[in-house]
T-cell receptor, first 113, second 110 residues
Framework: EPEVTQTPSHQVTQMGQEVILRCVPI?????FYWYRQILGQKVEFLVS????????KSEIFDDQFSVERPDGSNFTLKIRSTKLEDSAMYFC???????????FGPGTRLTVL | QKEVEQNSGPLSVPEGAIASLNCTYS??????FFWYRQYSGKSPELIMS????GDKEDGRFTAQLNKASQYVSLLIRDSQPSDSATYLC??????????FGPGTRLSVLP
């Protein structure tokens, strides 16, 4: 069964460093998302991406964040200058064209020291 | 502010019993509703989606939607210890993103 994959599973970085989180969505899906979940808190929407552009973003997704689909398979989230409060699980999700169900990858645990 | 509310639990049920999980949402324009299961340290796993009023059954799971009351629920029949997890209610509004509730922690006791 096709699934969303994410790398790395765990990323440790120093405050102020740039990180890139990678996702490979399900191959025939058209909509891609990033969510984050701070430990013990809700899953929060960051950004959605369709047709090679951002379709929606939340207040969390400020100028420090960017997304890219550099080729036909990968979908990346870049955080330019990480802060302590960026420590969280980051989930990539994807959705096909017809139905609204989103399927989540296993997540990347980001730890900012 | 679009909100999705759930009792945080924990909800404890004995093995074999019915677990009932509830969710309310604030945006009357919400269109699609989802239940995800999340084991500790893992990602959300889609269990059910429901789009119209009434009941939808899939195996041991039944989702119920009442748009007039802005209420969606999940029933788990014949609960098993492996069902012990946090259950997340997610709501899609007019946009593409989901709004998640805080989750209800379910504990099924052997």
């Amino acid at each position: 069964e096709p699934e969303v994959t994410q790398t790395p599973s765990h990323q440790v970085t120093q405050m102020g460093q740039e990180v890139i989180l990678r996702c490979v969505p399900i191959s025939n899906h058209l909509y891609f998302y990033w969510y984050r979940q701070i430990l013990g808190q809700k899953v929060e929407f960051l950004v959605s991406f369709y047709n090679n552009e951002i379709s929606e973003k939340s207040e969390i997704f400020d100028d420090q964040f960017s997304v890219e689909r550099p080729d036909g398979s990968n979908f990346t989230l870049k955080i330019r200058s990480t802060k302590l409060e960026d420590s969280a699980m980051y989930f990539c999700a994807s959705k096909g064209g017809r139905r609204d169900e989103q399927f989540f990858g296993p997540g990347t645990r980001l730890t900012v020291l | 502010q679009k909100e999705v509310e759930q009792n945080s639990g924990p909800l404890s049920v004995p093995e074999g019993a019915i677990a009932s999980l509830n969710c309310t949402y604030s945006d009357r324009g919400s269109q699609s509703f989802f239940w995800y299961r999340q084991y500790s340290g893992k990602s959300p796993e889609l269990i059910m989606s429901i789009y119209s009023n009434g009941d939808k059954e899939d195996g041991r799971f039944t989702a119920q939607l009442n748009k007039a009351s802005q209420y969606v629920s999940l029933l788990i029949r014949d609960s098993q210890p492996s069902d012990s997890a946090t259950y997340l209610c997610a709501v899609k509004n007019y946009g593409q993103n989901f709004v998640f509730g805080p989750g209800t922690r379910l504990s099924v006791l052997p």
